[in-house]
């Protein structure tokens, strides 16, 4: 239940080392994994202050130096082509007996991403990142999550600008598939100061005004004001005002800069999984749409649906006024619990 084959981050930092972990599922130690996989880490260190420094600043280059050893110079990541170095380098066949042919693009994906298509009956195929999009190969194709500047994955743009000029085949993606289709569709990106990265992000929906809870880990943002006509804001970020997904008005193409698929995070928003299996099975039967106002099926799957009737008989037992208690705003490292409660 790992989410990628190993861990991509080059060092940890954190305040407190648990040696002896209580997790049901638990089967090792942190410090134990990270020496299998060769990743430095750090403890004792006040995390606290660290976290201002940085909302002060904003993203900061870091590195761990080891003392009497060289000081290193500092590593750019937004200088390299990270994708290229998460991605497969062949592609590969997940569940090849499902229905619906799926072509996902992994640019640094996330296995729950699979594991969203072949619950809902796709056949997968994962390609790299750069590998050449053929429509007569799959029914929809979707785009995966990933690290660094959408402006380095300028092949993987190459390819979706030819692919949605010529066919109308469903496009998804998610996170960095976001913000590629974004800039195929005409947008441009920009480096954000913080990012947006936690399980707690409240995004709106455009067409039904709702919030949801979202998980979420990017440093680049699409500029909503570059959007083209023909496209619409899908959701938007309600701590910053940010884009969190666009979605054509006429052809199946959509995404979303958040994490539908959780694992871990909330679970608000996987019903888009099941929209776009829908779209991508009309599309594997050979429906052709001149218009396929996604929108507004979006808009139709996201409106609030009451889980059951309440019979008339009982309308007059349901209270009229509820009182909720809360705890008020929370600090750097202050707990939440009493909100739950």
């Not at 500092?74 to 499902?98: A, C, H, Y």
């Not at 929906?205 to 500029?223: K, L």
């Not at 808009?299 to 019979?311: G, I």
């Not at 009982?314 to 009229?320: A, V, W």
């Amino acid at each position: 239940w790992m989410e990628s084959t190993k861990i991509w981050a080059g060092g940890l930092i954190i305040g407190e080392l648990c040696t002896q972990p209580s997790h049901w599922a638990s089967v090792n130690t942190l410090h134990h994994w990270l020496l299998s996989e060769g990743i430095p880490g750090i403890h004792g260190i006040d995390t606290r202050s660290l976290t201002k420094k940085i909302r002060d600043h904003g993203s900061m280059l870091g590195k761990i130096v080891v003392e009497s050893s060289d000081d290193p110079e500092f590593t750019d990541p937004n200088k390299i082509n990270l994708v290229n170095q998460v991605s497969v380098k062949e592609p590969r066949i997940f569940n090849p007996e499902g229905e619906v042919r799926i072509t996902a693009v992994d640019c640094g994906l996330k296995y729950n991403q699979i594991r969203c298509l072949i619950r809902r009956g796709a056949c997968v195929t994962l390609v790299p990142w750069d590998h050449p999009l053929d429509p007569t190969q799959y029914d929809a194709l979707f785009l995966s999550n990933g690290p660094g500047d959408p402006q380095m994955c300028s092949k993987t743009v190459d390819h979706l600008q030819t692919v949605m000029t010529t066919s109308n085949k469903p496009i998804f993606g998610i996170c960095l598939g976001h913000q590629l289709l974004s800039v195929a569709a005409g947008c441009s990106t920009y480096k954000m100061k913080y990012g947006n990265r936690g399980h707690n992000q409240p995004c709106v929906h455009e067409g039904t005004g709702r919030c949801f809870i979202t998980s979420q880990n990017h440093g680049y943002a699409v500029d909503v004001s570059t959007l083209p006509q023909e496209w619409t804001p899908l959701f938007t970020n309600k701590n910053d005002n940010s884009n969190e997904g666009i979605v054509h008005r006429t052809l199946p193409f959509f995404s979303v800069q958040f994490h539908p698929e959780h694992t871990a995070g909330p679970e608000d928003l996987e019903i888009l999984f099941d929209i776009f299996m829908d779209i991508a099975r009309q599309s594997g039967s050979g429906v052709t749409k001149e218009n396929w106002d996604l929108p507004s099926v979006i808009t139709s799957q996201l409106s609030y649906k009451p889980c059951a009737d309440v019979p008339q008989a009982d309308i007059g037992k349901l209270p009229n006024k509820v009182l909720i208690l809360g705890s008020g705003g929370l600090s750097i490292g202050q707990a939440g619990e009493f909100d739950y409660s």
